[in-house]
């Protein structure tokens, strides 16, 4: 069985976690999209692993993870990922694979990902990125100008290529930001440095994953980020620059959609998003600082206060749509104990007109007004809780409602950071 796991909302939602417990029946876990602006939190025996750029099913030993065509690679974090791993007893040896046609990511991507974000300013359309360097990292693969993994096999065609494309970046690092460039003998020591160890790494993915499915092996796609993240059907421009939705598993890893029979989202029982853009369903500020306190909502890789609001159904339904989910993961429910009431944005009103669905325009989605439906809370701790039928009632009828909103079945329900401390439906 083939499973594709996507964010649902605007990252963060929990992946980490779920794709920690269906790794299990997994064979093979594949990131495909993203780089190590994700933080994907794993929890258990008391331990705490962050898992930035490599599958998180690595901590399960003997699986094979792969990083895929689709992903961007910064070398240097991803050995210090690798490095990481072997300080806390988890190697990767033989079991990890990068695809030959991922594209690398280089220092200047993130010189400029960082000074493009300082010059535009909050006020004027800063994105709020993690600034590791994806945007202009993605943005050198789609113009051409990117180097892949594989290249790293011709090191005289790399050298040349790397000199021209850092030509060119110096140059606008100069005239538009003032900066006085990168060297390249710098750069170019750096590539020499991680150029045969990486090179152990490399494979053909795409191949590898379809002769892997063909003997019945399962494969589960990791995704990064968010639907509402997506380059194409996110809150554009505020989003990132890769498919995080189902389309970025088949392009980014090389695998048909026919070979697919899964797609699980993931969403939590409210809404966080961290970075700029509009978010309708925003906390006032007092609720904010609780449920940012009580759900430790600080970035995995930034450590940025992640902002939090309630539930937004309309965003929701976008994600069951554009990824075609046939169940979700609902995460999280125990940091609404509590409360008294607790809503749901099941529409939104935008110059006075009810809207149901959600708008692309950014213009119009800023301007968006939730519509509220108010429920009632409950006070009870569901950290200990493993069914169903223990659940205070409040508390189902709460997920029951986000079913009928979505009309997509709810598998799992997470009530804790833990392996354990969930229960499937
Ligand atoms: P990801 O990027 O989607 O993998 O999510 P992150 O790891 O960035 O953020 C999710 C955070 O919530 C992590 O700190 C998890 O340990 C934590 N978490 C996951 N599920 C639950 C849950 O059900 N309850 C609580 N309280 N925390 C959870
Ligand atoms: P995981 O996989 C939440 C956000 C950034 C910013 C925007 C663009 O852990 O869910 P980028 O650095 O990608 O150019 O930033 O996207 N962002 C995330 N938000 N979770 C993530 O990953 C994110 N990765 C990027 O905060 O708003
Ligand atoms: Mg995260």
């Not at 970025?248 to 998003?273: E, F, M, N, Q």
């Not at 989910?325 to 006075?352: N, P, R």
């Not at 986000?402 to 401390?421: F, M, N, P």
Request: glycine share 10%; hydrophobic share 40%; with cysteine.
């Amino acid at each position: 069985m083939n499973r594709i796991l996507i964010g649902a909302q605007w990252g963060d939602e929990g992946k980490g976690k779920i794709i920690d417990l269906l790794a299990r029946k997994s064979d093979i876990i594949v990131r495909y999209q993203g780089g190590n602006n994700a933080g994907h939190t794993v929890k258990f025996d008391d331990e705490k692993f962050v898992l930035h750029l490599i599958p998180s099913g690595i901590l399960h030993p003997g699986k094979i993870c792969v990083i895929g065509n689709g992903a961007v690679i910064d070398p240097q974090a991803f050995f210090e990922e690798v490095r990481v791993l072997a300080a806390k007893g988890v190697s990767v040896k033989g079991r990890l694979f990068v695809s030959e046609t991922a594209h690398l990511l280089f220092p200047y991507h993130k010189l400029m990902d960082q000074l493009r974000e300082e010059s535009f300013g909050r006020r004027s359309g800063m994105i709020g990125t993690t600034k590791k360097g994806i945007g202009p990292c993605y943005a050198d693969k789609m113009a051409r100008v990117g180097l892949r993994v594989g290249d790293l096999k011709n090191p005289a065609f790399f050298k040349v290529r790397l000199a021209q494309v850092l030509a060119e970046r110096n140059e606008i690092l100069k005239k538009i930001y003032r900066h006085p460039g990168l060297s390249f003998s710098e750069i170019w020591r750096q590539v020499e440095s991680y150029r045969r160890e990486l090179l152990k790494f490399s494979a053909d993915t795409p191949r590898y994953l379809f002769e892997a499915s063909r003997k019945g092996r399962s494969i589960l796609f990791e995704g990064a980020q968010g639907t509402m993240l997506d380059v194409d059907h996110g809150t554009y421009p505020y989003v990132t620059s890769s498919n995080a939705s189902v389309g970025g598993a088949i392009t980014g890893s090389g695998v048909s959609p026919t070979l697919i029979d899964h797609v699980i989202g993931v969403v939590k029982a409210y809404t966080t998003r961290v970075g700029e853009g509009p978010f309708p369903s925003q906390f006032p500020e007092r609720l904010m600082k609780v449920i940012q306190t009580k759900g430790e909502e600080f970035g995995s890789t930034t450590g940025r206060p992640r902002r939090c609001g309630w539930f937004d159904a309309v965003i929701a339904r976008h994600a069951v749509r554009i990824n075609g989910l046939d169940e979700m993961a609902v995460m999280k429910l125990d940091v609404l104990s509590g409360l008294k009431e607790i809503k749901i944005a099941t529409a939104y009103k935008i110059g006075g007109k009810l809207c149901e669905n959600y708008p692309a325009a950014i213009e119009e989605f800023s301007k968006a007004k939730p519509v509220y439906e108010t429920h009632p809370g409950w006070d009870e701790d569901l950290s200990g809780i493993r069914r169903w039928k223990q659940l205070p009632a409040n508390a189902r009828r709460y997920l029951k409602r986000l079913e009928t909103l979505l009309a997509t079945r709810i598998k799992i329900v997470s009530v804790g950071s833990k392996r354990a401390q969930t229960i499937f439906l």
